[in-house]
């Protein structure tokens, strides 16, 4: 099985809160957009953080808000081998260097873990830093069923300090 492969950052200088996720699903590399299955709630989350309704919105300005409110996204992982989108399946996974990364992000303040295997990779990197929070998420996936849409909700809510 041929790896997949992860997409460039959506970032720009003045990037305060990076959120991470763990390698993009088969409907998200076959569109080449983050977050692009139907059942993957990260554009409804954080539309109800930001108080916009960026679900139904054209990709290209999904990126474009959430880079006007310091939000960047990216994957801990480069590539991996994975049979579907489940994150319990990936192996052979190739970790991307986040420490040199986030250190070319001058207004970084804050980064989020969307999900278990995102935040393991992530703080196995990143260690306790002072100079970061550092903060884990329920998955936004919709195979992350035993956490209510309303609980990730409240817990999304805490990206609101890092929030422009």
Known sequence: MPPKFAFPPSVDASTRLLILGSLPGDVSIARQE?????????WALIGDVLGEA????PYPLRLARLQARGVGLWDVMASATRPGS????????DVRDLGGFIAALPALQAVA?????????GRRQLGDRDDLALIDLPSSSGAHATVSRGQKVQAWRVLCDWIV
């Open 34 to 42: 983050y977050y692009a299955h139907r059942g993957n709630a990260f």
């Open 54 to 57: 960026l679900a139904g919105q």
């Open 86 to 93: 489940l994150d319990s399946a990936i192996s052979d996974a």
């Open 113 to 121: 873990f969307n999900g278990k295997m995102a935040a393991l990779h």
